[in-house]
């Protein structure tokens, strides 16, 4: 098990648009998709919280998303995304028109909850490991996480998002 430190508001890395992963990398990702999932895991036992963890969160600037949640439902509908799940150069599209607005927040800075407005639904392209291609409908709380973690692969963060000067919160215990 690795766990690795992440990064935190202010890391200049934090602000960079990741690489896309080239299919033959796949097999020399591996332990970072391992050190992604254990470093979920280990801030999960901490802290009570974490779905899903982007790779330059732990410095890692490549396009990929580690995800590891019960999977989110809709009627009782599964969304198609089994889970534990790397997602590889995930791309979103089709969003819809609805937002909602809502409390978030970030394992770059466990502290604090910003508040924003993501698209209520959207579709996601991805790759698995073997290379194949996925495309999922998003809705409620799996599209708002995965608009976070596809953030960070572009070098965008929540607070950047921030809905105006006053959408700031300090996260009690």
Not at 82 to 91: D, G, S
Not at 113 to 121: E, N, Q, S
């Amino acid at each position: 098990m690795t766990v690795r430190d992440i990064l935190l508001l202010g890391d200049p890395r934090l602000y960079e648009v990741c690489a896309p992963v080239a299919h033959e990398e796949l097999d020399e990702l591996r332990p970072a998709i391992r050190d992604l999932r254990d470093t979920l895991l280990a801030f999960r036992a901490e802290h009570g919280v974490g779905r899903a963890i982007a790779a330059p969160q732990i410095g890692v600037m490549k396009r990929l998303v580690f995800l590891e949640r019960v999977s989110n439902t809709t009627d009782d509908n599964p969304t198609g995304i089994a889970t534990p799940c790397p997602l590889i150069n995930p791309v979103l599209h089709d969003f819809s028109e609805d937002t909602v607005e809502l409390w978030d927040d970030c394992m770059s800075f466990p502290n604090l909850l910003v508040r924003l407005r993501r698209h209520a639904g959207c579709s996601i392209t991805y790759r698995d490991l073997d290379g194949r291609k996925h495309t999922v409908r998003l809705e409620g709380d799996l599209s708002e996480l995965l608009q976070h973690e596809c953030d960070h692969l572009d070098g965008v963060l929540a607070v950047s998002r921030a809905i105006d000067a006053h959408a700031f919160a300090y996260r009690r215990a």
